[in-house]
């Protein structure tokens, strides 16, 4: 079986971020860097080449197989910058992303064009309340 392409590695998280060129996409990974760090308490690390991720935390797909996935991570993509977790956040947390500001999600995605767009304070409690549960719970199912 071939191995997952998005794998943590050794690449620099600064150096991938200061090569964002446009500069307020570069600013919001930036502060979306320190928000993470402090609500996961741990150190960021390049996941792929394009994920910055924070922790780890096992999924297990649906023919059984286990792989490693950020508890937490983002990447400032082409259309703004996209935030990871876990499969069904939506749902979970629809009461936090009414409050949260402009923003869509995907099955495991949040996506934000700015951060000056939403509410911090509560893209802060959606972070803790999904590392919080994640480390409950543990192993996630993906379909």
């Not at 996961?40 to 922790?55: H, N, P």
């Not at 096992?58 to 977790?85: C, H, K």
């Not at 402009?102 to 000056?116: A, G």
Request: proline share 4%.
């Amino acid at each position: 079986m071939a191995e997952p392409k998005t794998q943590p590695n050794a690449a620099s998280v600064k150096a991938f971020l200061n090569s964002v060129k446009d500069e307020r996409k570069r600013a919001d990974s930036f502060e979306l860097l320190k928000l993470m760090e402090e609500v996961t308490g741990e150190k960021a690390e390049m996941w792929g080449s394009a994920i910055v991720g924070f922790g780890t935390h096992p999924i297990i797909y649906a023919n059984g197989r286990e792989e490693d996935w950020p508890m937490a991570g983002f990447s400032p993509r082409a259309q703004g910058l996209t935030v990871y977790f876990e499969e069904g956040f939506a749902e979970k947390y629809d009461d936090l992303l009414a409050k949260l500001g402009k923003h869509s999600t995907s099955k495991v995605c949040l996506y934000i064009k700015r951060l000056e767009q939403v509410d911090m304070k509560v893209l802060k409690q959606l972070l803790k309340k999904s590392i919080a549960d994640l480390k409950r719970k543990g192993p996630s199912l993906s379909h």
